[in-house]
Structure formats: C-alpha cells, structure tokens
C-alpha cells in the first residue's frame, strides 16, 4: 500500500469516526438536500462534500447527524447522513466541508494530486462555509470551489 493510500484511509477513517461521533438521531427531521460543486463551468467528480451542523446555543452538544455526498460525473451530490444512513440532513445551520482525494497516476504506482485538489480554497476546509439548511429542504446548494 502506498503512503498517500495509507494517508487517505487514516483521513477517511477520522472523518467517519468524527462524522459518527457528531451525533445520532434524536427525533431532529431530515429534509432532502442536494447540490453541484464546480470548478468554474466544470463540474468536480469525486469530491466529498460534508454538512456538519451548529449547534443552537451551548447546551446543544449533538444537534443531530452529519451528512455527507460525494459528487458524480456532473459535478451533483446528495446528503445522508453518516450514522442512520438516511437520505438528507437536519433543518438548520451546517458547517460546509469539501474536499478531494488526490489519487494516484493511472498505473496506480506513485501518487500525485489531481488538478482540482490542490485548488479547492479555504473556506470549504476550515469551516468558515455556512449554508442554511430550510424546513423545505433544499435542491440547489451549489458550490464554486474556482472562487
């Protein structure tokens, strides 16, 4: 296995056990959620787009499940959550996570970044991204990482 394999199991691996740890579901509703995430006019394929939600004061520490989707061919995602794996994410404010695998070269023998992975700004990794998740849901939560 090479190092960046090894690498990208250890943060798949942190990120499903904080996603889990984040909490379960507690009665709080699901609403559908979906979206694209481009690159200007291009759409990313196989990015990890995650929905972590903010607690509504202190006393709240599990305001319910994170979600996840990973992107398509198109650039499209749709939310489930990590614990239940139930379609959508909870109504309310959520913390946007993106990012990509970097991948190895086609012969899979060393590894080396694709070329979006190494653009994709700040603000989708340090969560500073805040989308509003409505009662309704929401089917057009688009994300430009070019910007």
Do not use: N
Not at 3 to 31: A, E, I, K, M
Not at 42 to 61: L, N
Not at 88 to 107: C, R, W
């Amino acid at each position: 296995m090479t190092h960046f394999r090894s690498r990208t199991l250890v943060t798949y691996g942190l990120t499903l056990g904080l996603l889990s740890w984040t909490g379960c579901s507690d009665g709080s509703s699901l609403v559908e959620v979906r979206g694209r995430v481009m690159e200007g006019t291009t759409p990313v394929a196989g990015a990890s787009v995650t929905y972590q939600p903010i607690a509504k004061s202190a006393d709240d520490v599990a305001p319910g499940p994170s979600s996840f989707g990973i992107t398509d061919a198109e650039g499209r995602y749709d939310l489930r959550t990590i614990k239940e794996d139930s379609v959508g994410a909870v109504i309310g404010s959520h913390h946007v996570y993106i990012s990509l695998d970097k991948g190895d070269t086609q012969d899979g023998t060393s590894p080396q970044p694709k070329p979006a992975a190494d653009r994709i700004p700040k603000k989708f990794s340090d969560g500073t991204t805040v989308v509003e998740i409505p009662p309704a849901g929401a089917a057009d939560v688009d994300f430009d990482i070019a910007s």
